[in-house]
């Protein structure tokens, strides 16, 4: 087996488009709300010198088969990343292979990038039903869970990721257990990626968005939830 990151692929772009079809598809594109289009993946891909973060994608191959494979954006001005996408194919499930792929993520930041400050992901929390989501919910925070990621004691609320869609406040927000001190993340670590994440995808003047930074420079640092 062996490890493409196709920020470093000469044939990024056929890879992109096998990796879209062969995995994203099938397990997301039953609500089209959880797939970004190929043509967003591509732009982000091909176009790391303008866009206002860095798309990381990284797959597992085996006989010319993806097996697996993950997508992670990186924000430079607050230094962290966010976990946006990771599968693996069902002929593959039960080999561990998340936990190569999470520990492959955490290589490329320190190669590509310096002085990570955190990585985060999204999922849905129990206010979306199950039949309205690719995977339980539960089941979902669990499997991040075990990947490292603990989730965080705010409100989150996600800004609108397109022109046609609206703010999100069924999600919860994690942070990976590397960028923990005792169970804690500092409140300006996570205060300058939401603020990076607003200003990239809507506007900072966004009343939500302004109690957010509120109630998060009221303490040092979040807490993380203990019952997922």
Known sequence: MKVINLIDEINRSEWLVRFYDELLVPNFSQFPEELDTLDTFYYALNSKSVYPYTLH??????D???????SYEYY?????????????SELAKGRGLSKILMSEIQSQLKINHENI???FAESNSDKVDESKDVMNPKL???ILNRLGFF???FDYIQPPLSKESDKCKDLLL?????YLISDKIKSHILIDWLEEFWETLSDLKDLDWIKTK??????????VINNI
């Open 57 to 62: 994608i990284t797959l597992l191959i085996e």
């Open 64 to 70: 010319d088969k993806i097996l697996a494979g993950c």
């Open 76 to 88: 430079p001005k607050s230094q962290s990343a966010l976990l946006t996408y990771i599968v693996v």
């Open 117 to 119: 400050k955190a990585l």
């Open 140 to 142: 979902r925070r669990q």
């Open 151 to 153: 989730y965080l004691d």
């Open 174 to 178: 994690s942070v990976h257990k590397d």
């Open 214 to 223: 509120e109630k998060l420079e009221l303490s040092k640092f979040v807490n």
